[in-house]
């Protein structure tokens, strides 16, 4: 009995890679929604890696304005023949019609369509989904089981082979460099105090903010143009408008 607790530091070494080499093989999937979505969200400033933007222009047959709304809805539904939409919209000439992942925008005094589209990147939607825990609270959990799991791995992964080519010797060497690279980016950036670069400002001045369910129509699009009404006669005796 006295040399088991020997015998078990010697296997100790085993246990590691055998417990290392099966969260491996379970991380796969996960590294790969992960790696791929990160490096998608890392670029949402050149391209939006849920969707697919589109934008083109027809034209069906005029409407007036003085035509009734039930009228022009019915009209410009036939007109277009995509369906009945999810919701509608008019104000004076001009109709508005949503449907899934697509918007349409008719000036009725001269019949002009523009549809803006919005299609979803199959693959691409789905792990940018996944990637952001927002408003799904069992996959949270999966995500922090993900995490502890790549703490292990990177933990183990350092004791896992002895000798020069170990933590001893090259291991510290290359370990150092792992953790110089975030430090000195840091140091040289001037940190979360620094203000962010020129493109980048412009980008946020210029970004619109984003749908409450667009997680599932896309991003916004362009906001519905409400013509004012007509002006008002103003009362000679007041001088204000009634």
């Known amino acids: ?3 088991a607790p020997a015998g078990f530091a010697k296997r100790w070494r085993g246990w590691l890679r055998a417990v290392h080499r099966d969260f491996g093989y379970l991380a796969v999937g996960f590294t790969i929604i992960y790696a791929v979505s990160g490096i998608a969200i890392n670029h949402t400033g050149d391209w939006d890696p849920k969707f697919v ?3 083109s222009v027809s034209k069906i047959p ?3 304005a003085d035509v009734p709304d039930a009228e022009a809805f019915a009209r410009a539904e036939a007109a277009l023949g995509f369906g009945k939409p ?3 919209y008019r104000a004076g000439d001009e109709i508005r019609f949503k449907y899934d992942h697509r918007e349409v925008t008719i000036i009725g005094d001269s019949g ?11 693959f691409f939607n789905l792990v940018v989904w996944l990637h952001t825990a927002r408003a799904k609270a069992a996959w949270k959990y999966v995500a ?8 292990y791995l990177a933990i183990s992964g350092l004791f896992m082979i002895k000798g020069r080519l170990g933590l001893k010797w090259r291991g510290s060497a290359l370990v150092a460099v792992g953790v110089a690279v975030p430090v000195l980016y840091v140091a040289l950036s001037g940190g979360p105090g620094q ?5 980048d400002r412009k980008e946020a001045r210029e970004a619109k903010p984003e749908a409450p369910n667009a997680d599932d129509d896309g991003p916004p699009m362009r906001p519905m143009v409400r013509r004012p009404p007509p002006e008002a006669a103003v009362d000679a005796g007041t001088g204000i408008a009634p």
Do not use: C, H, W
């Open 144 to 151: 922090d089981v993900y995490a502890v799991m790549l703490l």
């Open 1 to 3: 009995m006295a040399d």
């Open 112 to 122: 002009d369509v523009t549809i803006q589209g919005n299609k979803p990147r199959f």
């Open 53 to 55: 933007s589109s934008e």
């Open 86 to 88: 999810k919701d509608t």
């Open 62 to 64: 005029p409407i007036p």
């Open 195 to 199: 203000a962010p670069p020129k493109r």
